[in-house]
């Protein structure tokens, strides 16, 4: 029963000595001296904001991408037991000792680290030869602005590593599919791609350009798949059942997972709340949440709310008034009603109250039990320090003289009757009947002149075209009403609500806001001094001055090697002129390569030109400012293609004649009359030097397999090269 002890257990291990090594210079060249300097450097000072606001917990909204790069960052101050507690205010500023800088540039350090080694193993995996692959590698880590950008508190290089692990992991999963699908390796490297996948796009957007290319690569080889009768209906079923699952619902699995985690953690109100819905910011710990406690669910008529636009754009708003009515005469001539003011005002005041009146009564407080609104109900808005009613007519509002103007009524005694009725619009209902918990007014968001205090302007539609946010209006607080005395009101007015009643938002709900905020807020994009064009990057026409030390003058700056930047450029321009040629020929029946060395050279490409090019190009279409650094994804791409076309170049272009390939056949050729008619020998079996071109002998490219014994070959009008087409 134990005779297999009685073996010896042996362990047989094979180490790629080239992989070890690129490895160990990649973690010194990445992590020596890291500390260094004790300083904010460029972008740290924005990146180190939001990772004490993880350490505190407190909610925030980065409008530049998904939350999954900022929680790695925060995850090594938490390694390193930072407090949170540093003023990122400016750049320079010299780090305390409470500050654990190591730890905050770790993660960026490692990362970029093991882009040298994923380098190397995707260049293998492309079936290029391990020098090639070790020249990629060593370029990869010898390229300035690449370590520059590592060793940094910044996310460009954890965008990187994710993207090389995808693409990396990809190709090895495909290489498996050949001979041996379903296997757990199989398996491993397709679910690592998806993974890899939604953490590249998790740390930025960006990382959804490679998401894309690899999904539109995976689509050609699924359709290849598809047309592979040796395979079962079922098996195909199967295959592509398997990269849905790994390359489309894991990554978005794995992306609503961040912002799971993201939202978990920042569970206290902080100073971003204010772009958030009302509902959102009552779900985190104080700030509103204080105000709005416990306060009565379901509005009633003599509620007092208040009432905030839903837009939020430019600037988060209340429905406002207050005593100063609209000027008799605008600036351009135009009349006016000359009634109460009505505006949106971005601050909290008591002129943001109005009291829920049912038309067909007096009383301005609930009754017991109270009357709920519901959808579909006709209701007063008074306003609860002038109780005046909220009004609408047809009088051209001040600055859109197209809409209506929006006001409180005053009673001038002349033949302009009140329009005060509104009708309450649940959007977000779940039937007709559902009770008011959230009028039809609009935000413009132009701002009044002087005699409107700069208070936002609010018109009025005559037809509703449709529900767009800026004519949707939340209820933020709201009390109910008690006091029938205007004074007595006031006082209540004036306290602060109270009642015992909580609300929670769900996962998907606030989800959804967050990821609407952080797709349509834009800060308002000023020019920098650093910022550039695509076409600088490329030309490398600009650098950015990261840091400088004010006593030893010591500076650090992110510019590239300009060497390196140069043949990635000549590179990408041979690769992409070499492609056209060679699919032009092959139109033709022209065979310059052999059908393997085409599928690989198509192969790179795609890859390595379609990972720079989606990397690079929609840069040109964006409206935001540029800096260099974005064009890093697309330069690793473009190092990559270096030794590509190198090793092309040396192993089909740069051929000696004494010194044929393997594949390499001659045509010696005879005069038949009008045709050309010859046979085919294997270039080995001729004695040197008969492979110098005469006009009788020339190279024909290896032949498909298969077609070896039904194959004519036919005269070609350029020396050395013939047409090759099956029978």
């Not at 958030?276 to 669910?297: D, K, N, V």
């Not at 650098?543 to 450029?569: D, E, R």
């Amino acid at each position: 029963m134990l005779g297999f002890l009685k073996q010896p257990v042996v362990v047989t291990a094979e180490i790629n000595v080239n992989l070890v090594a690129l490895t160990v210079m990649g973690l010194v060249n990445r992590l020596w001296a890291l500390s260094y300097p004790r300083a904010v450097v460029f972008d740290e000072v924005y990146y180190g904001q939001f990772v004490s606001l993880y350490m505190k917990r407190i909610f925030f909204v980065d409008d530049s991408g998904p939350p999954f790069g900022h929680m790695l960052l925060a995850f090594g101050g938490y390694l390193g037991g930072f407090d949170g507690n540093f003023l990122w205010n400016r750049i320079g500023a010299e780090y305390n000792m409470n500050v654990p800088i190591w730890s905050l540039r770790l993660l960026p350090a490692l990362t970029g680290a093991l882009c040298v080694p994923l380098a190397y193993q995707i260049l293998v995996e492309l079936h290029f030869s391990h020098c090639a692959a070790f020249g990629a590698a060593l370029l990869i880590l010898f390229e300035n602005s690449l370590i520059t950008q590592s060793r940094l508190m910044l996310l460009e290089s954890v965008l990187i590593f994710f993207i090389l692990l995808a693409i990396l992991s990809y190709l090895k999963f495909y290489n498996l599919q050949k001979c041996s699908p379903f296997t757990a390796g199989w398996w491993f490297w397709l679910l690592l791609t998806g993974v890899a996948c939604s953490c590249a796009v998790g740390v930025k957007y960006m990382g959804l350009f490679t998401y894309m290319l690899l999904l539109a690569i995976a689509g050609v080889h699924s359709w290849h798949l598809i047309g592979d009768q040796t395979l079962s209906n079922v098996s195909v079923l199967c295959h592509l059942l398997a990269r849905g699952l790994a390359l489309v619902v894991v990554p978005v699995a794995m992306y609503l997972f961040f912002f799971y985690v993201h939202l978990t953690l920042l569970y206290r109100s902080g100073p971003h709340d204010q772009i958030m819905t009302s509902a959102f910011q009552a779900s985190l710990e104080g700030g509103l949440a204080r105000i709005t406690h416990g306060q009565p669910l379901e509005v009633a008529y003599g509620s007092q709310i208040t009432l905030r636009n839903v837009l939020g754009k430019p600037m988060p708003c209340w429905l406002h008034s207050h005593k100063s009515t609209y000027p008799i005469r605008y600036e351009n001539g135009r009349g006016s009603s000359h009634q109460q003011q009505v505006t949106c005002y971005p601050f909290k005041d008591v002129n943001n109250w109005w009291i829920v009146k049912d038309p067909g009564m007096q009383q301005l407080v609930v009754s017991n039990p109270p009357r709920p609104v519901r959808h579909g109900h006709i209701v007063q808005l008074v306003h609860g320090i002038t109780t005046r009613y909220l009004n609408t007519h047809d009088v051209a509002a001040p600055l859109s003289p197209h809409s209506q103007e929006i006001s409180c009524y005053i009673d001038y005694n002349i033949s302009m009757p009140a329009q005060n009725l509104w009708r309450v619009e649940i959007v977000n209902r779940e039937l007709d009947t559902d009770v008011w918990k959230t009028i039809l007014s609009e935000l413009s968001g132009a701002s009044l002149p002087e005699w409107g205090y700069r208070q936002l302007e609010i018109i009025g539609e005559k037809l509703s075209k449709g529900y767009h946010q800026s004519m949707l209006w939340n209820v933020e607080e709201h009390r109910y009403g008690k006091s029938q005395e205007q004074k007595e009101r006031e006082v209540e007015l004036h306290s602060p609500t109270q009642a015992d009643i909580s609300k929670n938002l769900s996962f998907m709900a606030r989800f959804t806001e967050l990821q609407w905020k952080i797709l349509t807020l834009k800060n308002e994009d000023t020019e920098h001094k650093y910022s550039s064009s695509p076409l600088d990057w490329i030309t490398m026409d600009t650098n950015i001055a990261y840091w400088f030390h004010p006593i030893s003058g010591a500076q650090i700056h992110l510019i590239g090697n300009v060497l390196t930047w140069a043949s990635a450029n000549v590179a990408t321009l041979v690769y992409v002129c070499l492609f056209l040629w060679y699919l032009l020929r092959r139109r033709r029946k022209i065979c310059d390569i052999p059908e393997d060395a085409w599928r690989l050279w198509v192969s790179a490409g795609g890859f390595c030109v379609g990972g720079w090019a989606v990397n690079y190009l929609p840069f040109f279409m964006m409206e935001k400012t540029l800096f260099l650094y974005h064009y890093l994804p697309a330069l690793t791409f473009q190092i990559l293609l270096i030794p590509v076309v190198l090793q092309h170049l040396t192993d089909h272009l740069c051929r000696y004649p004494g010194h044929p390939t393997g594949c390499s056949a001659v045509l010696i050729s005879g005069d038949g009359g009008s045709e050309m008619m010859g046979f085919i020998v294997p270039a080995a079996a001729l004695p040197s030097g008969t492979l110098h071109y005469v006009p009788s002998v020339v190279t024909l490219p290896c032949l498909p397999e298969g077609h070896g014994e039904n194959y004519s070959v036919n005269a070609s009008t350029e020396p050395g090269k013939v047409n090759c087409s099956p029978v």
